[in-house]
């Protein structure tokens, strides 16, 4: 089992949670961006910077990770890729994605895509909260209990 993050948006708070968790549970994660990051030196975590380019590490994660995974992403189409290989998706934010909620999360996404490419301005994401954060660590500790029970 490895945990793949999306990690070009991963918010700051998200990515000592796992990296507090990795060591934890020994589990490796892979932070995979299109840029350099300053992660600590762990023999569970390591990283991979793609390149430049849209959802080049979007199409990094969905080739590399498989059934029995875990992946961090806050992107709807990348998540709409893993969850039907068996991954478990989780958002910044602790939403988890799944057969059941990922079609309706993609057309919605797809519908306020248009609205915006039509002209219409749309509010962006709220700014990330400790309640964001919270639900985050709750989720993420559930999934990998589960995926660890299971694996």
Request: with cysteine.
């Amino acid at each position: 089992m490895k945990i793949w993050v999306d990690a070009d948006a991963c918010p700051g708070p998200v990515r000592d949670i796992l990296l507090r968790a990795t060591e934890r549970l020994r589990i490796q994660a892979v932070f995979v961006a299109n840029k350099r990051l300053n992660l600590p030196r762990s023999e569970w975590v390591s990283s991979v910077q793609v390149g430049a380019g849209l959802d080049v590490a979007d199409r990094h994660i969905a080739e590399a990770a498989e059934e029995g995974d875990l992946a961090v992403t806050q992107d709807i189409p990348l998540a709409g890729l893993l969850v039907p290989k068996g991954v478990a998706v989780l958002d910044p934010r602790g939403e988890q994605f799944t057969e059941e909620n990922i079609a309706e999360r993609l057309s919605v996404r797809n519908f306020m895509q248009e609205l915006r490419e039509a002209g219409v301005t749309t509010s962006g994401p709220n700014a990330f909260t400790p309640q964001d954060r919270q639900r985050f660590a709750s989720a993420l500790d559930r999934e990998l209990t589960r995926l660890v029970k299971r694996g």
